[in-house]
């Protein structure tokens, strides 16, 4: 191995480990959903407020960790912010009060805002830009295999230890994440683009951003389209399979992981697509009503078997690959030295929208809800109450499809006029 590429190699190596990391974190929540209920004795309302809180977290910080990457040395933003996570996974198992859990969850969610910042700030720094494209797709799909193994692996593990143990595990690997990046001396390692401490993106330039009408109607039509992964993926998904199609707790986990599978595909089968239509555009509108299709197939479907379900989860995993040709759409829209901080603008309100399609669905469920309970005092979902409520989903996937269609119905426009 080239000696000047052993230490980019290996805080490449770490932060990608908590890109994957993150995703058993964000995931936790729907895997103790009934466990979280019993105990701090809430209804689904609370609890879509919980799972809600992560988003909040990540999305709040998905501006301020861009600038302070650009700003100061990433080693210490990278530290401090893995270390946030880590008291908020402390904080979120050892909490007897409500109020604290979802300060826990919300530390979880705004620490884990650093994982893909701080890979694209690692591989823009110390990596040739012939290997850039290379080490980000690496990158995103090792990341998902932490989504993969975050369900059914995960589940297994509190199954058998118990959730808090598997927690301060997780709290423990985390910190040392954290450390072996700040012991990691960056100092004397070649540079192919050199730390800018002053920071590229002024208050001003941001909010010129923040204001801009095209990049707040991607933004805000790839939020509507996130449900699928941000809503039923991360949440929804295993406590409908079982109670909608009859399956096994642990046969709704591995049907949910297929998700995160197709996602590992999806990156580069869409990127690849998209470039012989030539059209970022056009593949979303595609994968948008692809996904409205699966959906419909799902709440219509009386029964299913696992192999079906599977096969549909997997499809809609690709499709859920969507959002990285947003990011393509944004970064061609403004100067390259924007393109950061607009990515971050458009994320942080993708991601603000999980938070959104939680708080719709839970109070949609438990409108709902004819107050049956279960022996152990767990509330019973009739299939209805999960067709009702998961139906917002393709519902906001065609208003944001009619978005991404407005700009492409422009983009046309202001060719033949030019």
């Avoid at 210490?76 to 904080?91: D, E, H, M």
């Avoid at 690496?138 to 199954?159: E, H």
């Avoid at 990046?181 to 390692?189: A, F, Q, R, T």
């Avoid at 697509?273 to 059209?279: E, I, M, N, P, Y």
Wanted: net charge positive.
């Amino acid at each position: 191995m080239n000696q000047s590429l052993r230490k980019p190699l290996l805080l490449w190596f770490l932060a990608t480990s908590f890109f994957a990391f993150q995703f058993i974190l964000r995931l936790s929540a729907g895997i103790l959903r009934e466990e979280i209920i019993q105990k701090f004795s809430i209804d689904t309302i609370a609890f879509g407020t919980l799972a809600g809180y992560y988003y909040l977290g990540y999305a709040g910080m998905q501006i301020p960790i861009g600038i302070m990457l650009d700003k100061y040395n990433f080693r210490y933003v990278s530290f401090i912010s893995i270390l946030i996570a880590a008291i908020g996974i402390l904080t979120f198992v050892f909490s007897t009060n409500w109020h604290y859990l979802l300060i826990g969850r919300f530390m979880i969610g705004a620490g884990s805002a650093v994982g893909f910042l701080s890979i694209t700030k690692i591989t823009k720094t110390y990596f040739p830009p012939k290997y850039h494209s290379l080490m980000l797709g690496f990158s995103f799909t090792f990341g998902l295999t932490g989504a993969v193994f975050g369900v059914t692996p995960m589940k297994i593990l509190f199954n058998f230890f118990g959730y808090s143990n598997t927690f301060i595990v997780l709290a423990l690997v985390c910190s040392v994440i954290a450390i072996l990046m700040l012991l990691v001396n960056s100092e004397k390692i070649p540079r192919y683009e050199e730390e800018n401490i002053s920071g590229n993106s002024s208050l001003s330039q941001i909010f010129k951003l923040l204001l801009n009408p095209t990049i707040l109607i991607i933004g805000i039509s790839g939020g509507l389209m996130v449900g699928p992964l941000e809503g039923f993926g991360d949440v929804w998904a295993i406590p409908f399979f079982e109670q909608n199609y009859g399956m096994s707790s642990t046969d709704s986990s591995i049907v949910t992981s297929c998700i995160y599978i197709g996602m590992c595909f999806g990156g580069p089968v869409l990127a690849i697509v998209s470039d012989f239509f030539q059209s970022p555009n056009f593949m979303i509108i595609l994968t948008g009503l692809l996904m409205i299709v699966i959906f419909a197939i799902l709440l219509c479907l009386q029964d299913s078997s696992f192999f079906c379900s599977s096969f549909l989860m997997f499809l809609l995993g690709i499709f859920c690959c969507y959002q990285v040709l947003v990011f393509t759409i944004v970064t061609n829209l403004v100067k390259t030295e924007y393109s950061g901080i607009a990515v971050a603008i458009v994320n942080c309100i993708n991601m603000s929208f999980g938070h959104f399609f939680h708080k719709t669905m839970s109070i949609l469920i438990q409108h709902n809800w004819n107050g049956k309970l279960s022996a152990l005092g767990m509330p019973l979902y009739s299939k209805d109450d999960f067709i009702i409520s998961i139906a917002i989903i393709p519902i906001c996937c065609s208003i944001g499809i009619l978005g991404f269609i407005y700009i492409w119905a422009r983009k046309k426009t202001q060719k033949k006029t030019a």
